[in-house]
């Protein structure tokens, strides 16, 4: 299979990735999160992280999941992933069983460093590799 990659960031994306990184509420963490994902219309959705006093917030590729679904999307063709930092800040554990519900072979998750620049991006394999999904169900 030969590798995917990723569709190239525009500046107005970038800049609003940044912007919904930096609305992100984590005032326990206090690592602001982002995420822009781009569905198979090529429609863009947004999401940020939103922590609460008990410690179970929303994942920021969460919110984006939800605003795309919302729309009555359901293909990922893309995400980005933006924490505050240099490091990587890959999905959780959680959010990569969300994105491998929506996402297909092609789909690919890119994580930035905290201006915005790519790092590393992943197949939804990479990031979950041996994944149990809605085919691993029988159908209803």
């Given at each position: 299979?030969p590798e995917t990659r990723p569709a190239p960031?525009?500046?107005?994306?970038?800049?609003?990735?940044?912007?919904?990184?930096?609305?992100?509420?984590?005032?326990?963490?206090?690592?602001?999160?982002?995420?822009?994902?781009?569905?198979?219309?090529?429609?863009?959705?947004?999401?940020?992280?939103?922590?609460?006093?008990?410690?179970?917030?929303?994942?920021?590729?969460?919110?984006?999941?939800?605003?795309?679904?919302?729309?009555?999307?359901?293909?990922?063709?893309?995400?980005?992933?933006?924490?505050?930092?240099?490091?990587?800040?890959?999905?959780?554990?959680?959010?990569?069983?969300?994105?491998?519900?929506f996402a297909t072979s092609a789909t690919v998750?890119?994580?930035?460093?905290?201006?915005?620049?790519?790092?590393?991006?992943?197949?939804?394999?990479q990031l979950l590799p041996d994944s149990f999904?809605?085919?691993?169900?029988?159908?209803?």
């Open positions: 299979m960031l525009s500046e107005a994306s970038r800049q609003a990735l940044i912007a919904v990184r930096d609305s992100a509420y984590a005032p326990y963490s206090r690592h602001p999160v982002g995420a822009l994902l781009v569905a198979e219309s090529g429609q863009h959705y947004l999401g940020c992280n939103v922590e609460s006093a008990n410690f179970k917030g929303l994942c920021a590729e969460a919110g984006a999941i939800s605003a795309m679904i919302a729309q009555g999307e359901r293909e990922i063709a893309t995400l980005y992933v933006i924490g505050p930092g240099e490091h990587l800040c890959t999905p959780c554990g959680d959010c990569r069983q969300r994105i491998r519900e998750i890119v994580v930035l460093d905290g201006d915005g620049a790519p790092l590393r991006h992943y197949t939804m394999e999904g809605p085919e691993n169900l029988p159908p209803s």
